[in-house]
């Protein structure tokens, strides 16, 4: 390499390292965030996430570690990635349109009450859109982990952090960070809650 030029890797790592001052304000309100959502989870509510590409792989990942685990074992926590049932989404996408394959789903699964996440680069999907409007009109919070603000995503959220990075690469790398800080928090406040009467299903099946 030359004098004066600079590798990939140090550019995209200056990038990052612009974003993360300001990052570390926004992300002040994942800590409440993980105890609202810890209080929905715990007692019987449901978080629904969604997003596209890179985003898609990480509403999956979000959804892993709530029902799975982050790191300690506990009860399993209902979260459901809207992007990985792809017998539904194909089939909407078939016979509704690409626009409606969130929308159709937040309306099939969500219930008053319950959570949708939704991460975006650009802020601007239009399917993303779509099931933010679903979700307010059935009475779902509505969050959001977008790029930079304003965007039409932010504006239909009751909350968003909006990582301000103009490089969508850095965005998708900051919103995995703050997925797992709020399955951190998650796990963190669940001490402090009443214990819930998690249902055990019988050997055999259900009676």
Not at 16 to 38: D, I, M
Not at 66 to 91: M, N, Y
Not at 109 to 124: Q, V, Y
């Amino acid at each position: 390499m030359g004098d004066g030029q600079v590798s990939a890797l140090d550019s995209h790592l200056a990038g990052l390292a612009t974003a993360l001052v300001p990052y570390r304000q926004a992300a002040r309100k994942l800590s409440r965030w993980g105890h609202e959502l810890a209080r929905l989870l715990v007692g019987g509510g449901r978080l629904l996430v969604a997003g596209n590409g890179g985003s898609a792989a990480e509403a999956q990942h979000l959804t892993a570690e709530l029902v799975g685990k982050l790191r300690d074992d506990r009860p399993a926590l209902s979260a459901i990635a809207l992007t990985a049932e792809t017998s539904s989404l194909t089939a909407i996408g078939n016979d509704f349109g690409y626009d409606e394959v969130f929308a159709r789903q937040v309306r099939a699964h969500g219930r008053p009450g319950d959570a949708l996440l939704l991460l975006s680069t650009s802020g601007r999907s239009t399917n993303l859109l779509a099931a933010a409007e679903a979700a307010d009109s059935l009475g779902i919070r509505v969050l959001g982990l977008t790029g930079p603000t304003p965007n039409p995503l932010a504006e239909l959220c009751s909350d968003v952090l909006a990582v301000p990075s103009p490089d969508a690469q850095v965005v998708q790398e900051l919103h995995l960070v703050s997925v797992h800080v709020l399955c951190e928090y998650v796990d963190l406040a669940l001490p402090s809650l009443p214990a819930p009467a998690w249902r055990a299903v019988p050997v055999g099946g259900l009676s």
